[in-house]
């Protein structure tokens, strides 16, 4: 389940390039609300939060009661994120609107559990991650802040698949045609293998 949270925001007057420079000369982050079937809304917020925000655990999954100068605008997500190419700031926000009916499309991040139970890792072998999030669809207050997978017992070359996880019944994967590989335990010599034909391949 999301947790809910408040997040002040300042409204901008013009769209258009030229307006979201003047708002970034600001100190500010320019942004749209957009969806819910009602017109976008244009607005600003300090650069500050958005990274605060985003260190969070389930930044992805989180829904936000918003007010736009004051006035209560309804709840959010965060939708998408621009980032400046040398600075890392962000650049530009949009907010998705959520209401009763929203669905979502969102990476659910996996979180690998009981390591150190696993007796392949504990002979040397290693985890190979291919997923590190699942995607999946459902409405916002339904999402979890990550999935869980439980190594216990995992020997090397053992692989897990997403048929390993509980996924909820409310939640729909958005690749249903196969189960597919979340990680696996390989054998030290397999992952040297692979990283030396890669230093190969590069040079």
């Not at 809910?4 to 000369?25: M, P």
């Not at 709840?75 to 621009?82: R, S, T």
């Not at 650049?91 to 139970?117: S, Y």
């Not at 994967?173 to 692979?194: G, K």
Request: glycine share 10%.
């Amino acid at each position: 389940m999301t947790d809910n949270a408040s997040l002040s925001l300042k409204g901008r007057d013009r769209a258009g390039k030229g307006a979201a420079r003047a708002t970034r000369r600001e100190g500010l982050v320019p942004g749209v609300i957009y969806g819910g079937r009602k017109a976008p809304s244009l607005v600003a917020l300090d650069p500050r939060i958005v990274m605060a925000e985003i260190r969070k655990p389930g930044f992805s999954t989180r829904i936000f009661k918003v007010d736009i100068d004051g006035k209560a605008a309804g709840n959010v997500m965060f939708h998408a994120l621009q980032w400046h190419p040398v600075t890392d700031a962000p650049t530009h926000v949009d907010f998705l609107r959520i209401d009763k009916d929203t669905e979502v499309t969102v990476g659910i991040p996996v979180h690998f559990l009981n390591e150190e139970a696993s007796p392949g890792i504990k002979r040397g072998g290693v985890l190979n991650v291919v997923r590190h999030e699942i995607e999946v669809i459902g409405k916002p207050a339904d999402l979890p802040q990550s999935f869980e997978l439980d190594l216990t017992g995992a020997e090397i070359g053992q692989t897990f698949h997403v048929s390993a996880i509980a996924i909820p019944s409310n939640l729909r994967l958005t690749i249903t045609d196969r189960d597919f590989t979340i990680c696996s335990i390989a054998a030290p010599s397999v992952m040297a293998e692979a990283e030396t034909e890669g230093e190969a391949t590069e040079g």
